[in-house]
């Protein structure tokens, strides 16, 4: 669950009894605020108002369901409540009535934040974090209709009452639960002062009655080699991949937020990291990740898209935060995660554009006869050659004002997301974001890129994923092309598919 922000809004729900027609409403609003040049088209993101980490993903009776943290009133943080969205295909959305908001009285009046969902031998139950400051603890509910719209909390909330006496917790909070050797296990995140952040692991039978049992895997806060895991972890993940297990947590130190991967060994209950990376190089831009294992027996992660914008700009659009493309995630034989958009997205794509064998030296433009989109999709293959930087220019005005570079940086062995010039506006964020990556040797970059206005989503190789955001002031800021610096590049081949609004029914 991810706290930092500097704006805040609250509203007493018992109070307000025009909640359910403020929803509806802010529903309406949909197609009204599809006119927003910024707005994504084919991501999932709530009607209106703020929306942060995913929550509570499950597959019931075979559709999928989103849950995610919510602010219904207000396009700021606040109010922290559950959002709800469902899906027969993982791409069309229905939106769904809130499932969580805080009590005005009880274990959550403060907010209900992040947590899981999963299948209690057929009942839906969701562990969540209530929040009465400055108490964070676990509580669950449950669900007994087929579309997971009513639950019910738990009378005997918060299930665990307090939080280990042995440690000194800098902050715990938020949930990743699942079944192993007819139990319950779940691990909350949390930070020990003066140590560095922890994974902290439970035990239950039923899912009410919790047993401490010790840290799965603790972080060193003086670490910096190869990434710093922070002082806490939000949003613990762990995955059984098979052969190995996954813990992804959200590095949390008030303005460090980037999640972290760590694929290695479970056993005798204890989790050792082997090899540890951030799992996409836009650090803040893809945060507090989420999975699922779906019907196919396929791991589906879910990220949230922070904003690069103004807060002002937010509040004034009535919207803010959005949630990535659903990713498949693998385990791949160097043992990092293998990270792929969804098959299912393919049904998006229109009719292809494509360009074969195209040299692009130093300062060359227009070299894809003028190729335009902000919802877009793009598969490339890239050869570097001598050039120092290969790449593409997304976004691109047509005097050159305003454009965002995606290139691999040979001499810095970096895959680099350079938006210094993506909008004149000067209240968007236009940092670069960057990160370890190199080709095999011999091959070219291999780049399969979605554009939804402000989201860019790039995943090269089946491996590394850089997520960003990016804000043109100017309208005509569509243009698509190559780009080379330093020596000549080669585009071996580029399809391009203009992608359809997924709307909502």
Request: with cysteine.
């Amino acid at each position: 669950m991810a706290i930092g922000t500097i704006w805040f809004s609250t509203v007493n729900y018992e109070a307000n009894s025009s909640f359910p027609s403020r929803i509806a409403a802010q529903i309406q609003r949909r197609s009204e605020m599809s006119q927003n040049r910024h707005r994504p088209r084919y991501h999932f993101l709530p009607p209106a108002n703020w929306m942060n980490d995913p929550n509570g993903l499950i597959q019931w009776r075979g559709r999928y369901h989103m849950f995610y943290q919510h602010n219904p009133f207000a396009a700021v943080w606040g109010n922290m409540s559950w959002g709800h969205a469902v899906s027969d295909d993982l791409v069309h959305w229905h939106d769904l009535p809130i499932a969580l908001r805080p009590d005005s009285e009880g274990v959550d009046t403060d907010g209900c934040f992040s947590g899981i969902a999963v299948n209690n031998n057929g009942v839906a139950t969701i562990v969540y974090t209530g929040v009465v400051e400055p108490a964070q603890l676990a509580c669950i509910a449950t669900s007994t209709d087929d579309d997971l719209i009513h639950w019910e909390k738990h009378p005997n909330n918060p299930v665990i009452k307090s939080t280990p006496p042995d440690l000194d917790l800098v902050a715990y909070r938020d949930h990743s639960v699942w079944r192993e050797d007819g139990m319950w296990y779940q691990v909350v995140g949390a930070g020990i002062k003066g140590v560095g952040g922890a994974a902290l692991l439970y035990r239950s039978h039923d899912l009410v009655d919790w047993e401490y049992l010790h840290p799965l895997c603790v972080g060193d806060v003086n670490q910096r080699d190869p990434v710093w895991t922070g002082t806490m972890w939000e949003c613990p993940l762990f995955l059984d991949l098979g052969e190995k297990h996954a813990l992804l947590i959200s590095a949390w130190d008030h303005a460090t937020f980037y999640t972290v991967c760590m694929v290695g060994t479970y056993a005798n209950k204890r989790f050792t990291p082997e090899l540890t990376y951030k799992i996409d190089l836009g650090d803040n831009f893809f945060y507090a990740p989420q999975a699922m294992r779906d019907d196919q027996g396929r791991w589906l992660m879910w990220g949230w898209l922070q904003e690069g914008r103004s807060q002002e700009a937010q509040v004034a659009d009535g919207w803010s935060g959005v949630m990535s493309l659903p990713r498949v995630v693998t385990l791949r034989p160097d043992g990092r995660l293998g990270l792929a958009p969804a098959p299912e997205l393919k049904t998006l794509r229109q009719a292809p554009k494509q360009f074969h064998s195209r040299s692009i030296a130093p300062g060359q433009r227009n070299l894809l006869d003028g190729l335009q989109g902000d919802c877009i999709e793009l598969i490339a293959e890239i050869e570097v050659g001598d050039a120092e930087q290969g790449g593409l220019r997304l976004r691109c005005s047509p005097d050159g004002s305003e454009e965002t570079l995606l290139y691999y940086d040979r001499n810095a062995g970096q895959l680099v997301l350079d938006t210094s010039k993506s909008s004149s506006d000067p209240s968007t964020e236009r940092t670069n974001r960057s990160g370890p990556y190199r080709p095999a040797a011999g091959e070219p970059i291999r780049i399969q890129l979605f554009i939804d206005r402000s989201c860019i989503e790039a995943y090269v190789d089946g491996w590394c994923c850089l997520t960003g955001r990016i804000y043109p002031a100017h309208e005509e800021s569509l243009g698509i092309d190559l780009f080379a610096q330093g020596g000549t590049a080669t585009l071996r081949h580029l399809t391009a598919w203009p992608l359809n609004d997924i709307g909502r029914p």
